[in-house]
């Protein structure tokens, strides 16, 4: 299966490792993983800032790099979510793009919905000795409806033990540009958040979206909060049944 890996800027930036794993994973299941190195943001950014005219340029360079191919995969729900859900904004029906903008939506999936709806599998050999909660990002659960699989996923993986925290539907608080607008706000829910981790004894809070774990990791060291941070395909790629 033709598949290529779509890189956000938070991964490229500030967890590389979530790439490379999410690599390692697809290849284990068979599939031929591209990685063009041609490839930018999606565009979000400037979209979500109202920037409309300035995010359609980028996001046509992102329909000019992964047009070509089969699927397009990213361990971000939240820039999934930009290009299935938000690229019919940018290219409505008038737009000379609009119809290779609709393709390319259809065929860019998030990391967990792909293994499990396209791939059909729940059982990536994953091992990892540890326990984990799960918090349910925002645009993957609310747009993409992405609830189900990664836990499934989870429970698949050799060593783990999955505990669910309490309220794991509520937003950590980050949501990009309002993190910086209203950091009060912004703080108190990431605080929320880790409460309910903490509350449920897990060793590490899991989600899709490398954003949600950066705000929530500044969190966790500026309490010394007793929980780490970690992105699902870190643990879905993992081998060790100690962590």
């Known amino acids: 299966m033709n598949v290529a890996l779509f890189v956000p800027c938070f991964v490229n930036v500030f967890s590389p490792k979530v790439a490379e794993c999410t690599r390692q994973i697809l290849r284990s299941q068979g599939c031929d993983v591209a990685v063009p190195l041609d490839q930018t943001c999606c565009g979000q950014p400037a979209f979500n800032t109202g920037y409309w005219d300035d995010a359609v340029p980028v996001a046509e360079h992102f329909l000019d790099v992964f047009g070509k191919y089969d ?3 990213s361990p971000s729900g939240s820039c999934v979510t930009m290009v299935r859900h938000f690229y019919e904004r ?3 029906e008038s737009h000379p793009r609009a ?5 390319v939506a259809k065929k860019t999936h998030e990391l967990c919905e792909f293994l499990v709806g396209t791939l059909e ?3 990536v050999g994953a091992a990892f000795g540890a326990t984990v909660t799960y918090h349910d990002a925002c645009h993957a659960l609310r747009e993409l409806h992405v609830k189900d699989q990664p836990r499934r996923l989870l429970q698949n993986v050799s060593g783990l033990t999955l505990i669910e925290m309490e309220n794991p539907e509520n937003c950590c608080g980050f949501g990009g540009t309002f993190s910086a ?3 009060p706000v912004s ?3 990431g605080r929320e958040k880790l409460d309910g981790a903490v509350g449920s004894g897990a060793d590490y809070v899991v989600t899709t ?6 705000h929530l990791h500044g969190l966790v060291e500026a309490r010394n909060i007793p929980i780490r941070c970690l992105h699902i395909a870190e643990i879905l790629a993992s081998r060790e049944t100690e962590s």
Do not use: N, W, Y
Not at 99 to 103: N, R
């Open 71 to 73: 699927h397009i995969v």
């Open 90 to 92: 940018l290219f409505p």
């Open 121 to 123: 599998t729940e059982d």
């Open 181 to 183: 607008k209203h950091e």
């Open 99 to 103: 119809g290779e903008a609709h393709e």
């Open 209 to 214: 979206d490398s954003s949600c774990l950066l």
């Open 187 to 189: 703080t108190s829910m």
